[in-house]
């Protein structure tokens, strides 16, 4: 059973007097256990839905409609499935004691992964998973794997009864599942023989693993679990030329890299990061592999559309890993506007020091860097700090931060996104 929480106006589940809280039951005889069946059963223009209404009328409706025309119906979001593994490099374990509730949630859900690019393990699939997930074709996935040797991974994973991930992405590729697979490289455990062994293995599923991200083990000052060494520039050179060896194979073989350093591995490096063709359609963006690229051309091909910004000042809040790579961006943001920018590299107070990610920065955090800064005209910070409800991970509300400061303060992804806008009568930037 699924829950309708709204009911969008005009459409066909409003004309059938659908109401928020009414229990979709089954759809063509076949009963619904989440919003996967949902969305993949009333795929056809006929339909049988047995319905619970919120006053506990059963009812049946019989539905006939155009080629495609949307049901209207959204449903409470699903029960997420819990993670049976217990990572020393586990980021929610590295998490502070007493924040907001959600963020503890250790979710490995391969529903997730299908429908928002969430990372899982697939670790906790039962058969009947491995079912739906050939049944409705749920590709690409996103998978956590580490490292393919089993042994190895029951180490990563801090658990004994991880199945063999080799016999699970087979099963599934055979049935047609790609992936784009994740490596979080903890040093002395999966770089070496391991990643070499792990990036052979799932080369040889060709087209099945679409991409694969190598990225470097992140802690915070509460990684309670971790025991392992920390990531250094020495291991992080390492594993860059581990990663393009195979990148260099990939494009010889296949006219495309495959394998990519997540940003963060190439800054611990101190190494340059390459161009946007390496990155080719950015496939692991939102996992950090070729942001900063992205970002770079994002500026590049945008500040044209700037308008002139002279006399004013601009603060540039950033985390330190970011750091370095600002101030040949805020020179091109100079040359074009007029503008003074002034780069704020803030330390997170929430994480400690070594967490070094902009978009990891807390409320606090920003309040501490702009406090006192009346001598600017505005400041923008990290978009990426504030989730779709408007908080901080610290559960600040950027509204509230916003508030108690001295200057207009404007989250941005980009630049580009709030400054094309600051040449306007009532500037507001773009996303407030
Ligand atoms: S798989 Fe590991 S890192 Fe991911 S949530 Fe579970 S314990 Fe944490």
């Keep these: 059973m699924v829950r309708v929480s709204r009911v969008q106006s005009g459409s066909i589940a409003e004309e059938l007097e ?20 949902w969305e993949f059963l009333t795929a056809d223009d006929t339909l ?29 979001p699903p029960t997420v499935r819990r993670c049976a593994n217990r990572c020393e490099f586990c980021f929610i374990e590295g998490l502070p004691k007493g924040l907001r509730r959600n963020l503890y949630v250790r ?56 199945p063999n991930i080799l016999e699970q992405l087979r099963l599934l590729a055979e049935g047609g599942i790609q992936f784009h697979a994740q490596m979080v490289i903890v040093p002395g455990l999966n770089d070496g023989d391991v990643l070499q062994q792990s990036l052979s293995d799932l080369w040889n599923f060709g087209d099945a693993v679409l991409s694969v991200a190598v990225v470097p083990v992140g802690l915070t000052q509460f990684s309670h679990l971790y025991t392992g060494k920390s990531m250094d520039r020495e291991n992080a050179t390492r594993l860059l030329e581990v990663t393009e060896q195979w990148a260099e194979r990939a494009q010889r073989e296949r006219g495309e890299t495959w394998v990519h350093g997540s940003d963060e591995l190439y800054l611990l490096a101190g190494r340059e990061l ?6 080719g359609d950015f496939a692991q963006i939102e996992n950090g592999v070729g942001a ?5 051309r994002r500026v590049r091909e945008g500040v044209s559309e700037l308008p002139r910004l002279d006399g004013k000042r601009i603060g540039v809040v ?21 503008a003074e920018f002034e780069l704020i590299p803030t330390t997170n107070t929430l994480f400690g020091p070594t967490v070094t990610t902009a978009g990891l920065l807390v409320g606090a955090d920003i309040r501490r860097a702009l406090a006192d800064r009346h001598d600017l005209d ?10 779709e409800n408007g908080m901080f991970l610290d ?38």
């Design 378 to 387: 505005l400041a923008l910070i990290p978009a990426e700090t504030i989730n």
């Design 318 to 338: 950033t985390g330190a890993s970011m750091a370095p790579l600002m101030p040949e961006l805020l020179r091109q943001l100079t040359e074009a506007t007029g």
């Design 48 to 76: 049988t839905i047995d319905a619970r209404l919120p006053d506990g009328t059963e009812v049946e409706y019989e539905i006939e409609r155009e080629d495609g025309e949307p049901l209207g119906v959204e449903l409470e």
């Design 274 to 279: 390459p161009d946007a063709e390496y990155y």
């Design 395 to 432: 559960d600040e509300r950027f509204v509230v931060v916003r508030e108690a400061l001295p200057i207009p303060v404007y989250p941005s992804y980009d630049f580009i996104d709030v400054l094309v806008h600051e040449g306007e009568p009532h500037a507001a930037g773009a996303a407030a």
């Design 107 to 162: 979710d490995d859900d391969y529903r997730l992964s299908f429908a928002y690019g969430n990372f899982a393990t697939l670790s906790n699939l039962k058969e009947r998973d491995i079912a739906r997930i050939l049944e409705y074709r749920l590709s690409p996935l996103y998978v956590s794997v580490h490292a393919t040797p089993w042994e190895a991974r029951k180490v990563l994973l801090n658990n004994p009864r991880v």
């Design 18 to 37: 659908i109401r928020p809280g009414t229990e979709l039951i089954s759809v063509n005889g076949r009963e619904l256990a989440d919003f996967l069946d």
């Design 292 to 296: 900063v690229t992205a970002l770079r």
